[in-house]
């Protein structure tokens, strides 16, 4: 994981650096490092900011460089935006500072950025420049400090303080760092969205009217089952997964009301041929939700549908009411 020396320069409370109209100058290098950190969130690379993150203390030179050189960076970027005379007056452009004796890496460091500062933010390029600034001055980390535009100029002032002009500029920045350290963007997985995978219920019932088994019905597009033609048995399979279920026989003289043995997918049927059922209940496997309703035989109705799987839950567990013969039900995934 590279890592990444990011600066905004001086501190709110430092006097002088500010626009004419009092804007601070380390409010906007503040806003371009938030920008440039934000862009590079989703590249491989970890940040060190070594100014004061509020910009209540104007850090020192010295224990910036201390900072950046201790954590080890890969690159070191300092964010600036110049002045000329502190009031308004037509002076215009960026500037990208290595120290006096740059390094091949301090200077390709440098190109990498200024190439794009001119570019995207539509300032006069002024070069690439050296200089003794405290901060980038040392041969140890690729380091160079950017002048973003003047604060005191009537042409840059608009576009420096612009949520466009900001953006620009930290685009740049990110942009010239991505080359430069060679940044791989990390896989998101919002870039290509799961669409959830679709599992489909396949299901039939026996009546016991006509004596046979329905066809098959796929999730609630429709229902198995013959309304007062009492069911008998399901059976039932899904497109991806297990499907789980057992039906409750209504009693009769040879046959106490009971559950039957649970049955998986279409390894077997549940329910007994002949003995209608008054309730039903699936579970599946697949960690989606599963529905089902039944149809009661003599009130002509659907039950509200249910989501669970639990003989003790007469709510939620099973779908039906026991001494009252199903006729239909639905069964579908959400
Ligand atoms: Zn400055």
């Known amino acids: 994981m590279k890592k990444i020396g990011l600066d905004a320069g001086h501190g709110l409370y430092t006097s002088g650096k500010q626009t004419p109209d009092g804007i601070k100058e380390w409010s906007l290098n503040d806003d371009v490092c938030d920008r440039i950190q934000s862009i590079l969130r989703d590249y491989d690379c970890e940040i060190i900011r070594t100014d004061n993150n509020e910009g209540k203390i104007d850090e020192s030179l010295s224990s910036r460089v201390a900072a950046y050189i201790n954590a080890g960076v890969d690159a070191f970027v300092s964010i600036h935006h110049n002045a000329y005379t502190g009031n308004w007056n037509n002076a215009t452009g960026v500037e990208v500072y290595t120290d006096r004796t740059p390094t091949e890496k301090d200077e390709r460091l440098a190109k990498c950025i200024y190439n794009r500062l001119v570019e995207y933010t539509g300032l006069t390029g002024r070069g690439i420049k050296r200089a003794n600034f405290a901060v980038i001055n040392q041969n140890k980390v690729p380091a160079v400090l950017c002048e973003g535009g003047f604060m005191d100029s009537s042409a840059d002032y608009k576009i420096i303080t612009s949520d466009v002009g900001k953006q620009n500029y930290a685009l740049a920045v990110a942009e010239g760092l991505i080359e430069f350290l060679d940044l ?151």
């Open 184 to 334: 791989k963007k990390i896989p998101q997985s919002s870039d290509t969205p799961a669409t959830p995978e679709k599992i489909d219920v396949i299901y039939q019932v026996w009546e016991n009217v006509k004596d046979k088994w329905l066809p098959d019905v796929v999730n609630n597009t429709d229902y198995a089952g013959n309304f007062k033609n009492a069911v008998c048995a399901v059976y039932a399979n899904l497109t991806k997964g297990n499907i789980y279920y057992k039906v409750h026989i209504i009693g009769s003289k040879n046959n106490r009301a009971r559950w039957l043995p649970e049955v998986k997918n279409r390894e077997d049927y549940a329910g007994n041929l002949g003995q209608p059922i008054d309730a039903v209940a699936f579970r599946t496997d697949t960690g989606k939700t599963i529905k089902y309703a039944a149809h009661e035989k003599k009130s002509g109705r659907w039950l509200p549908a249910v989501t669970g799987y639990d003989i003790n839950d007469r709510i939620n567990g099973y779908a039906g009411n026991f001494g009252k013969e199903i006729d239909a039900i639905k069964v579908w995934l959400e």
